[in-house]
């Protein structure tokens, strides 16, 4: 029998279909990758990795897997395969957080499509924005002759909202040329203040994907385009609570693991990453649930405020009667070395 994800696990036993509030759905894609192949294997290799995934946060302290997951595997050809299957998964479990196991990034626009609501009416703002997690910005036209290829990935899918891309550290030059053109699509290097603000500024509603190669390959390793530096854990769980705690996020997917038997480690953490957007989920989706989950919490004693900084203007009036101390000091010592 082939088990899905997280379905081995004793907890959290019998569920029946229409009480899954996660539906995973396995698209195993592979038609245009143009160096490392193997991602289509990623989705079986990913589920098989979740089965030695605890089910426990430690840091969110939640189960996911409580609320049921349901892992399907639907019938997908080409792209436009993948849009009807979406649509199809969004029909029956309305009420469900649904995400994607890919496969290669060219499945993304075919499942933002899926997934998004009508146009807004011209001049309107738009109602939907992407968090794009990569190494690469996928914003070429075409590539190897085709504009469905996974390196066109973003551009195709800017059209459905604006882009905040974190991670991203390798671009052509038509790329570059066509990010300082437009607005539509935000790049960046790594995860800092300007990014997270950018992040801040799209819709409410927000579509998250996730390219491993994202991450520092000192972290996840077996991809099918690695790229020096990258993301670490830790930065890429502060981008994750960022999202869910001030957005709405309609749906998700992770692609473009390259399984390697001699690297189960990259399997694994993919495994960990794909439940923890779920527990990220079913954390901040607890009511009246506002807060960072880092914990406040103090020893027993009344936490200390680091002390004020002083105004400018504090500043500059202590300042100066520092030197008029300091101005009397040394008149009185010239005045005593006179006596004397």
């Known amino acids: 029998m082939t088990l899905g994800f997280l379905e081995d696990k004793a907890d959290p036993g019998e569920i029946t279909l229409d009480k899954n509030r996660y539906v995973l759905g396995l698209i195993p ?34 189960d996911a897997s409580r609320h049921g997951i349901l892992t399907v595997r639907p019938p997908v050809t080409n792209l436009a395969s993948i849009t009807q299957a979406a649509k199809a998964l ?8 649904i995400g994607f196991v890919g496969g290669e990034h060219s499945i993304t626009p075919a499942l933002v499509e899926a997934f998004h609501p009508h146009p807004p009416a011209t001049g309107a703002k738009p109602n939907v924005g992407i968090v794009w997690i990569d190494a690469h910005a996928d914003m070429r036209k075409t590539f190897h002759g085709r504009a469905d290829n996974h390196a066109c990935a973003a551009h195709n ?40 603000a950018d992040l801040l500024a799209l819709p409410k509603d927000v579509y998250l994907t996730i390219d491993f190669d994202g991450f520092s390959p000192e972290v996840i390793r077996a991809v099918g385009t690695p790229e020096p530096g990258g993301l670490y854990w830790q930065e890429v769980m502060d981008i994750l609570d960022t999202v869910f ?75 100066a009667r520092s030197r008029r101390r300091t101005k009397t000091r040394s008149s009185r010592l010239r005045a005593t070395s006179s006596v004397r």
């Open 245 to 319: 705690r001030h957005k709405r996020v309609i749906a998700f997917d992770a692609v473009e693991l390259c399984p390697n038997d001699a690297d189960i480690a990259s399997s694994f953490i993919a495994a960990r990453l794909v439940y923890k957007v779920l527990n990220y989920h079913a954390y901040y989706a607890t009511a009246g649930r506002k807060k960072s989950h880092r914990s406040t919490k103090t020893t027993g004693r009344k936490a200390r405020r680091a002390p004020r900084k002083p105004k400018r203007r504090t500043r500059v009036a202590r300042a």
């Open 90 to 97: 969004r029909e029956q479990f309305p009420d469900s957080f």
């Open 29 to 62: 894609y592979e038609e245009t990758t143009t160096y490392a192949k193997g991602v289509g294997k990623a989705p079986e290799a990913i589920v098989q990795a979740s089965s030695h995934v605890e089910l426990f946060d430690e840091v969110l302290e939640v």
């Open 157 to 196: 899918s800017m059209r459905f909202g604006p882009i905040v891309q974190v991670g991203i550290r390798t671009l052509a030059e038509e790329e570059w040329t066509l990010l300082k053109k437009t607005d539509r699509v935000r790049a960046h290097r790594g995860w800092n203040k300007k990014a997270r």
